[in-house]
């Protein structure tokens, strides 16, 4: 298991050059322009990227406006033209972020946070990506993935390897470089016909560092933790600009009101007067009667304790642990 030397936390801080960047297509343009300002809103100072491809001349004129230069507009559209890779059916812009040990712009950074657009932030993304890093990763658990445990042996991942969102990430540059992780990884997705969070979770396995679940909280179909609560709110399910299934009422305010003076609002408008999603709530109190059916999701499910396993992640992001074993056994839900 890769693991960095210890450095004086103080030291580190003042020396570390960071930045945080999203990348998106021409759907998904506005949205990353709407996930970019949040940021810049509850953040100090800090450089911000967006990179993308195939966005409208009117898009880009209405994400210069809201972003006021303080994000820049980069179009990777020749770089990942002219690069070769093919992905096969999966967009070109979703692997943008594995080709950051390549782009000029980001030779300069030491630390890179790296952010999905369907992700609210609430604090200070200069806390993320300033935290104290033992390994090339900083990721959170994705416990979605625990109650499908087959995924290590599809993967060919070693017995109880744990698995990461993609979703919130920060890279320590410097390690990524020096192992030539990235592209590893950008082999590893073609080779292996793999999505980008399955290619990443590859090749980083035993080399990343426990995230503390409040920068990137995902609700799991479950009521414990809000968006109140997180540090960053990622709607990894339904999306505010779709059809809002589990997205809290609140955040969709704020989605909103960062849309107001754009041609996005209509998106966000609020379907129903209530927030989606009990039904599908509701649903899950069965799935312990499912699980002595035989369907071990279910009853993996019905045994999960997302306050629990908060708390365990939360402690372990804290001491700056790296990823543990098999967190299904750990949570008492394997």
């Known amino acids: 298991m890769w693991q960095a030397p210890r450095q004086n936390k103080g030291l580190l801080q003042a020396m570390v050059k960071s930045c945080f960047f999203l990348a998106a297509d021409a759907e998904y343009f506005p949205y990353a322009c709407l996930a970019a300002r949040r940021i810049i809103d509850v953040s100090a100072p800090i450089d911000g990227w967006l990179l993308y491809t195939g966005a409208s001349e009117a898009d880009l004129e209405a994400g210069r406006h809201l972003l006021q230069g303080k994000v820049e507009l980069v179009d990777v559209a020749d770089f990942m033209t002219n690069y070769g890779f093919r992905f096969g059916t999966y967009s070109i812009a979703a692997y943008t972020r594995l080709f950051a040990d390549q782009l000029p712009v980001f030779a300069q950074y030491d630390r890179m946070a790296y952010t999905d657009c369907d992700v609210l932030f609430n604090r200070d993304i200069n806390d993320l990506a300033g935290q104290e890093l033992h390994a090339p990763l900083l990721a959170a658990h994705d416990d979605y993935m625990y109650f499908r445990p087959a995924y290590r042996q599809k993967l060919g991942l070693h017995p109880g390897a744990p698995y990461f969102n993609s979703g919130v990430v ?20 073609i080779l292996g016909k793999m999505n980008d969070q399955n290619a990443l979770n590859v090749v980083f396995e035993g080399k990343w560092q426990t995230m503390h679940p409040s920068w990137n909280l995902q609700s ?21 600009w779709g059809n809002q299934v589990g997205v809290e009422l609140e955040a969709l305010a704020v989605w909103r009101d960062l849309a107001r003076d754009t041609p996005w609002g209509r998106s966000f408008e609020q379907r129903i007067p209530f927030e989606r999603g009990v039904m599908k709530r509701f649903a899950r109190r069965f799935d312990a009667i499912a699980g002595l059916f035989g369907k071990d999701i279910h009853r993996r499910r019905a045994r999960y304790d997302g306050k629990k396993m908060h708390q365990i992640y939360a402690k372990q992001a804290e001491e700056g642990a790296m990823a543990v074993q098999f967190p299904e056994v750990l949570g008492g839900f394997g």
Not at 170 to 189: G, H, K, N, P, S
Request: charged share 25%; aromatic share 12%; net charge positive.
């Open 170 to 189: 920060v890279f320590d540059m410097a390690a990524v470089r020096e192992l030539a992780l990235l592209e590893r990884t950008r082999q590893t997705a």
């Open 220 to 240: 799991l179909g479950t009521r414990e933790f809000r968006f109140s609560q997180a540090w960053a709110r990622h709607f990894a399910g339904g999306k505010p």
